[in-house]
């Protein structure tokens, strides 16, 4: 496979995968600013959310001030935002558009039609009220998509290459909002515990779908460590760091075999994921989380750029 189809292919899942966790991302943010806070509560959840999305610089450069319209737009509508659900969604149908040959008619029709219906949307019409059903079409139109990759595509190459850019994308955003809920979010000690805490955890669990399924798991309260453990060492969870590292170790190791040739990417995905399966969330706690999350975030860029490197990608 040329690296450029390559390239396209690794690159329209993660767009696809970045559209869903926006989406993810703005309906938890707004579900808490409209709970009865005062004014720092609702400048600080609007942060968080572009934190945990790293578009903090862009959005202060166009906007200043922090503004629940304006927020909601940058993350919706604005094309000058790479992380857009506009952007993200044009650039994933540019790229499969450009590879329309290696995709199924039922991935093709998916993401066409996604990019056309959301092209439609006038900005002034999504309302408060609309707003959650617009995200819960953004979540159900990625799911389409990637029902119809793992049910219609070979797997081959394309498949592999596919697999790899949602994993990759999916652990770099758990772990962004896992960092930014526990060390930027509520950096201080005294607030561990309260009820601001709990209602921020199960709203950061919410942010990846795995509220009611960590409730079927523990059974329990929310407890920072069990949340903590659950988002990053169980290989149950499928947005857990280390249910991505699984996929993407496997996926790593069928390019290899594929092709013939082993890469400093596949050892590097390996190792990464040894260390999660060997870690103890109690060590971790103890050594810092948010040391050990800024770790992870950076083996994870590690990859991405070995994998552009060792499959000659041409961006």
């Given at each position: 496979?040329?690296?450029?189809?390559a390239?396209?292919?690794?690159?329209?899942s993660?767009y696809?995968?970045?559209?869903?966790?926006?989406?993810?991302?703005?309906?938890?943010?707004?579900?808490?600013v409209?709970?009865?806070?005062?004014?720092?509560?609702?400048?600080?959840?609007?942060?968080?959310?572009?934190?945990?999305?790293?578009?903090?610089?862009?959005?202060?450069?166009?906007h200043?001030?922090?503004?629940?319209?304006?927020?909601?737009?940058?993350?919706?509508?604005?094309?000058?935002?790479?992380?857009?659900?506009?952007?993200?969604?044009?650039?994933?149908?540019?790229?499969?558009?450009a590879?329309?040959?290696?995709?199924?008619?039922?991935?093709?029709?998916?993401?066409?039609?996604?990019?056309?219906?959301f092209?439609?949307?006038?900005p002034?019409?999504?309302?408060?009220?609309?707003?959650?059903?617009?995200?819960?079409?953004?979540?159900?139109?990625?799911?389409?998509?990637?029902?119809?990759?793992?049910?219609?595509?070979?797997?081959?190459?394309?498949?592999?290459?596919?697999?790899?850019?949602?994993?990759?994308?999916?652990?770099?955003?758990?772990?962004?909002?896992?960092?930014?809920?526990?060390y930027?979010?509520?950096?201080?000690?005294?607030?561990?515990?309260?009820?601001?805490?709990?209602?921020?955890?199960?709203?950061?669990?919410?942010?990846?779908?795995?509220?009611?399924?960590?409730?079927?798991?523990?059974?329990?309260?929310?407890?920072?460590?069990?949340?903590?453990?659950?988002?990053?060492?169980?290989?149950?969870m499928?947005?857990s760091?280390?249910?991505?590292?699984?996929?993407?170790?496997?996926?790593?190791?069928?390019l290899?075999?594929?092709?013939?040739?082993?890469?400093?990417?596949?050892?590097?995905?390996?190792?990464?994921?040894?260390?999660?399966?060997?870690?103890?969330?109690?060590?971790?706690?103890?050594?810092?989380?948010?040391?050990?999350?800024?770790?992870?975030?950076?083996?994870?860029?590690?990859?991405g750029?070995?994998?552009?490197?060792?499959?000659?990608?041409?961006?």
């Open positions: 496979m040329l690296g450029r189809t390239n396209d292919l690794y690159w329209l993660r696809i995968e970045r559209a869903e966790n926006i989406a993810r991302l703005l309906e938890v943010g707004y579900r808490i409209l709970l009865p806070r005062e004014g720092e509560g609702f400048h600080e959840e609007w942060r968080s959310t572009l934190e945990s999305a790293a578009c903090v610089q862009g959005y202060v450069q166009r200043g001030e922090l503004l629940t319209q304006n927020v909601i737009d940058y993350m919706l509508f604005d094309t000058s935002n790479p992380s857009s659900i506009a952007s993200c969604l044009a650039s994933a149908r540019r790229n499969g558009r590879q329309r040959t290696a995709l199924t008619r039922e991935m093709w029709e998916s993401l066409n039609s996604a990019w056309l219906e092209s439609a949307i006038r002034a019409t999504v309302t408060s009220n609309s707003l959650p059903e617009l995200l819960d079409w953004v979540r159900s139109r990625s799911a389409l998509y990637r029902g119809a990759l793992l049910n219609t595509i070979l797997r081959n190459d394309t498949f592999y290459f596919s697999q790899v850019g949602t994993f990759i994308e999916r652990a770099d955003s758990t772990a962004r909002i896992l960092d930014v809920k526990y930027h979010l509520l950096p201080s000690s005294e607030m561990v515990g309260s009820d601001k805490d709990n209602y921020q955890w199960a709203a950061l669990l919410r942010s990846v779908s795995a509220h009611r399924s960590y409730r079927w798991v523990f059974k329990d309260h929310y407890r920072p460590l069990k949340i903590a453990d659950f988002m990053i060492l169980n290989r149950q499928p947005r760091l280390r249910s991505c590292y699984d996929e993407l170790t496997v996926a790593l190791r069928d290899a075999v594929f092709y013939g040739v082993r890469h400093d990417c596949q050892t590097t995905a390996e190792s990464t994921r040894d260390l999660l399966l060997e870690a103890d969330m109690q060590n971790i706690f103890q050594s810092g989380l948010h040391e050990f999350v800024q770790d992870f975030i950076g083996r994870n860029n590690k990859l750029n070995e994998i552009s490197t060792a499959y000659h990608f041409s961006d």
